[in-house]
Structures are given as C-alpha cells and as structure tokens.
C-alpha cells in the first residue's frame, strides 16, 4: 500500500523558510517522478515542483529561485526547501507520485505565512 506522509509545515513570517518532508512507502520510490503541488482556499491545485526520471527538475514559474527540491533515494523522502516566503505561498502542500500511470497522494501539510 503507498502511503506519502508531509510533515514540516507551520506558520512562518513572510521572508522566513520551511522545509517540506515527504516520506514513501510502499513504492519503487528510486524511479518513481515525485513532485510537490499546493492548493489554497478556492483555488485549483498546482504544481510547485517536480522531479522527474531522477534527474530532471521542474519548478513553477512562482518558485523563482525561492524554493528547492531535493530527494534522498537512501531514504525514500523528497524535500522541499522554501525561502523567502510570501503570504501567497499560503496553501496546503502536498507530495505527489507517479510511475507507469500510478498517482498517489499525501494527505497534505498546512503552510501559512503571515504578513
């Protein structure tokens, strides 16, 4: 069964960090594409940042610098570093894989920044 669990999210002033967690289970995780979306209130999800084959990364036009991802194939967890950090980038976060047509979602992790 895969299970993606998010952890790291809280409240943080604008212009502060967070760094996403998201440990898998129950996947191939090494070759499988992990990305990280977000949805706020009222809006559709989107894609923040992907990792593609491995290898190849894909952030939103938005992220503009201020966020990395990383991953760790030892320990099946994909990260998401954010900094400088703006009040619109209050959304719930959540981890997102995907191999051979097979999606599945965390549960999300809530990050607000106030202004």
């Known amino acids: 069964q895969v299970q993606l669990v998010e952890s790291g999210g809280g409240l943080v002033q604008a212009g502060g960090s967070l760094r996403l967690s998201c440990a898998a289970s129950?996947?191939?995780?090494?070759?499988?594409?992990m990305g990280w979306y977000r949805q706020a209130p009222g809006k559709q999800r989107e894609l923040v940042a992907e990792i593609i084959s491995g290898a190849y990364i894909n952030y939103a036009g938005f992220v503009k610098g201020r966020f990395t991802i990383s991953r760790d194939n030892a320990k099946n967890t994909v990260y998401l570093q954010m900094n400088s950090l703006k009040p619109e980038d209050t959304a719930v976060y959540y981890c997102?894989?995907?191999?051979?047509?097979?999606?599945?979602w965390g549960h999300g992790t809530q990050v607000t920044v106030s202004s």
């Open positions: 129950g996947i191939h995780f090494s070759i499988s594409d």
């Open positions: 997102n894989s995907r191999r051979r047509g097979t999606e599945s």
